[in-house]
Structures are given as C-alpha cells and as structure tokens.
C-alpha cells in the first residue's frame, strides 16, 4: 500500500494531481478511511466529472456503508458513461450477486471479463455459479432483471438450457480464464531437478524420508500390512544453510514426484482475506498430484505469537492448515508433507500432534564427513587442481552447507579473474580454498546460542534432545 502521508505530502505540493488523488484515495480505502478515501475522489470528480475510477471508487465505498442500492445505482450510470470500462462490470456483479441475483451477476461478470481477461476472478465465479448464475438466454422484453427479495435464481433461463460441462466454456472471447488448479499449479507446482545425491552427508534424514515415503511407495502390500501408509507429515528443523529446503526438493526428485513449495509468506500476502480457501487448494492440487512432496518453507509464520497471526483470520489459516493435515481418511496418502524452520520454539504445539508433523528431524550443521561430502558435491563440474576434501572439512568446523558454498563462489570467483585476465582456465587450488575459508565465518553458532536456551529450558517431551546431543549437554 502507497504510504498515506508520502502521498499528502506530495498532493500537498502539487494540489490538482489527479493520479496522485487517486492513489491516496485507494490507500484509504484500503485501511477503511471511508470518509476520507470518499472525499478525495470527490475532489477528483471536481476536477474530471466523467472520471469512471473516481466513479466506481465512490460506488464501492457506498456499498461499504451500507447504501447498496445508490452504489447500484451509480454504477449502472457509470457503465452507461463508460461501458468499456471493466472495473465497474465487476463490482456490478459482486453487487448483484450480495443481493441474490445471480443472473445479473454472471451477465456483469461475462462483460467485465470480455471487456479485459485481466478481470477474471475465479472465486466470485464459482460463488456466482453456486448461487445458480449462468449465462442466461434473454430475458422476454417486457421483464427487467430485477435486485428483487422474491428473485428466483435462474428465473430468466430457458428451461431446457443445459450448461456445458465445461467450467468455462462461455466464457470469452479471449479463450477460458485459467482455472483455479492451473494458476495455482503455474504458482506452486515445481519440477524436481535434484535428487539425494546432490546432498551430502545427512543420511538419517535421508533415511527417515525414505521410510516415510520412498518403501512404502514401493512396497505398498508390505507396508499396508503393518498399517502404514506412504505420506505424512514431517518436520524440519535446524540452523539456517544447513540443507533443510535442499533435501526437501531433492525428496522428490529421488521418488519422482511432484514437488510444490509454498512459502506461508507467500499466502498470507498474496490471497489476504481468502487465504485458507488458498491453502485448501494447494493441498487439493498435491493430493490430485500424488505421489507429491508438498513443502511448507518457513513453517513458523504460521507461529501463534507472529504479529499477523494474532488476528482471527491468522487463526482460521492454522485451524485450515492443521485440518487439511489431520485430512479425511485416505486422503492425504501418497502426500509428503514437509515443513521447514528455523525457529521451531514458535511453532504451536498443535502442529506436531500425530497424524501431522510427527516426525521432528533435527537437520544439524554437517559433521566432518558430510562437509566432506558437500564440498565433493561442490566441486563437481568446477576446474580444480588437487583438491583435498578431507583435509578442508576438518577446517570447516561449524560451517553450514551455505558457508561452504559461499567459500567455493569466492574461490571461483578469484580464479576467474585471473582466467579473464590471462584468457586461459585457471583452476582453483587447494591453498586458494584454504585461504578463503579464512575470509568466511561459519554460521550455525549463533543459531545455537538461541536453541540452547529452549532447549534446556522448554524441552516439553523431549522436543530438543536432539539439540541437547548436539551440544553434548547432559538431558
Ligand atoms: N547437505 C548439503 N549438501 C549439499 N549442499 C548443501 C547442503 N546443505 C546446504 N547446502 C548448500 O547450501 C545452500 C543452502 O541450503 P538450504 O537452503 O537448503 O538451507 P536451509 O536449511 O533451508 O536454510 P534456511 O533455514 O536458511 O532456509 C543449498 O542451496 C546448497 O547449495
Ligand atoms: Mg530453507
């Protein structure tokens, strides 16, 4: 959102900026200054009468407080200023649709939508065809559809109309806005491109993944007779860098499935107000998907103690996410749920109840033999001369998988100014690696200082016994 008072500064310098006007007037409308946002685009309407975003902006507050029929009724005459303008179609039809005519709310909807694809909005859609809006055939002449109490939804169709079965097929002229799942799919739905492999070290992780999903997967009738299922929730917890949203792509690339990631971030500010039909959908998508790794990164913004959380709609989104989790019998199987944080002490305890994320799998900093490992991985495909892995993972002590990476651009990247300066490949030594190590500080100790504290003091069933090995303190 535009910063109000930047913008009253700015109109203060230049008084009859229309645009300027405009924006201040949305930014209000925004946080529900109706009165305010309502009054600078009047002062837009002195200045351009036939402004139709002025127009429809006063429409929608109208209808905010209250005064639907004069917001209709402003709207009709915008669209009859203006018809080519979409914006004003697409209120008309949400407006139709609160007073229960659906008919007219699909007509509305079909122009805005013709008149600009960018419109489509597949939510009211959906909401239209539930209340019985579909394209109607016209109505006789002498009979206006009419916003009426005693409106009987679907009164003006032709009784042996037959919708296609076909969502959208009536839609436009600029083809069928994409569907709910394929937006949803362009948004989430990723191709796996690495495979364990490419992680080093990590093997109980590893391990526990397979267990969860890659064996039951292939022995299906073994599993099943032991009651147990592919899928489940599982998560990740441990310093930053150390691997954790690497090993959960690469999950799905060692089972062949579909990977989707979806940061809660991402949800949260992308549907705000509809985010738990969001979330319903994503989990429907991975379902309709699997086998597939559906990946929550940063699982603790859905922690109850975040500043958005706090609010009723932050609590509807856990109590979606948990019920999606808990699922209908059968149907989360072959759904890899995995969740990802590093700061597990803000994490509702509700989240780790089994039947969700009841594998807790502490992802460590890499001991001496998987930094071995990673910087093998990291070297593959690089020119290097003598590199001695072994020797340079003792070095390493404390450094996550991202300090090791970072240590290798560095290195890289001084070789390769030198090869730009002499034109021919310089590989990167072993002394140059060392060397650079020195210029990179490992990461993780800080990460621990924190966990420490929750870990001796707040370690309610055991949660961090794991951490407490790691430090080699005493449970
Ligand atoms: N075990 C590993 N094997 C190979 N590369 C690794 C490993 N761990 C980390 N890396 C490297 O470090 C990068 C960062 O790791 P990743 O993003 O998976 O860490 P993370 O645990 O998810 O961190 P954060 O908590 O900050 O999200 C990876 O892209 C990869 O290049
Ligand atoms: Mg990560």
């Known amino acids: 959102m ?66 639907s029929s004069e917001a209709i009724v402003r709207l009709e005459q915008v669209s009859g200023e203006s018809p080519n303008f979409a914006p004003a179609w697409l209120l008309r039809a949400k407006l139709a649709l609160n007073e229960n005519n659906s008919t007219e709310a699909r007509e509305c909807y079909d122009k805005a939508i013709t008149l600009d694809a960018a419109m489509s909005d597949i939510d009211l859609l959906k909401r239209i ?43 436009t002229p600029f083809g069928p806005p994409p569907s709910a799942a ?25 391990e526990d993944i397979r267990m969860k999903i890659l064996y039951p997967m292939e022995n299906k009738e073994l599993f099943e007779a032991y009651g147990k299922k592919a899928g489940g929730g599982v998560l990740l917890y441990g310093p930053p860098g150390c691997g954790k949203t690497l090993i959960s792509r690469a999950t799905a690339g060692e089972i062949n499935a579909k990977f989707m990631s979806v940061g809660l971030h991402q949800i949260l500010d992308m549907w705000i107000g509809k985010s738990e039909e969001k979330l319903h959908e ?31 709609a932050g609590r509807t ?8 989790m808990d699922g209908r019998q ?45 910087i093998k991985i990291m070297g593959e495909g690089k020119p290097l001369a003598g590199l001695d892995a072994a ?19 560095q290195a ?15 590989p990167v030594t072993q002394r140059q690696l060392v060397k650079t190590t020195k210029k990179v500080k490992p990461s993780t100790l800080k990460w621990f200082e924190s966990a420490k504290n929750y870990a001796i003091y707040a370690n309610q069933s055991g949660f961090y016994d794991d951490v407490l090995e790691h430090l080699g303190i005493q449970k």
């Open 2 to 67: 535009a910063d109000i008072d930047s913008l009253k500064q700015a109109l203060a310098v230049s008084p009859d900026n229309v645009l300027l006007m405009l924006l201040l007037g949305d930014a209000l409308l925004e946080q529900f200054s109706l009165e305010e946002a309502r009054q600078q685009f009047e002062n837009v309407l002195q200045l351009e009468p036939a402004n139709a975003v002025a127009k429809t902006q006063v429409a929608q507050i109208l209808d905010l407080s209250g005064k």
């Open 129 to 171: 065809r539930q209340a019985g809006g579909r394209t109607p055939t016209p109505p006789p002449e002498n009979i206006q559809p009419q916003a009426t109490s005693d409106f009987q939804a679907g009164a003006y169709f032709d009784p042996d109309f037959e919708e296609d079965d076909d969502e959208f097929d009536d839609s």
């Open 182 to 206: 394929s937006e949803l799919e362009m948004d989430f739905v990723q191709k796996a491109d690495t495979d364990f492999t490419k992680v080093g070290g990590m093997e109980c992780v590893k």
């Open 282 to 312: 994503i989990f429907e998508l991975a379902r309709r998907n699997a086998p597939s790794v559906l990946f929550f990164d940063e699982v603790d913004a859905l922690a109850a103690d975040r500043k958005d959380m706090r609010t009723s």
């Open 317 to 324: 989104l856990i109590n979606q996410f948990l019920a999606e």
């Open 330 to 374: 059968d149907e989360n199987d072959g759904v890899l749920i995995l969740g990802a944080t590093n700061a597990p002490w803000h994490l509702d305890s509700a989240f780790l109840r089994p039947g969700r994320f009841d594998r807790l799998i502490f992802v460590p900093p890499p001991d001496e033999p998987a930094r071995a490992e990673i």
């Open 391 to 409: 020797a340079l993972a003792k070095r390493l002590k404390d450094f996550s998988g991202a300090d090791i990476k970072a240590v290798f651009d």
């Open 412 to 426: 890289i990247e001084a070789s390769l100014a030198e090869a730009m300066k002499s034109g021919k490949i310089v």
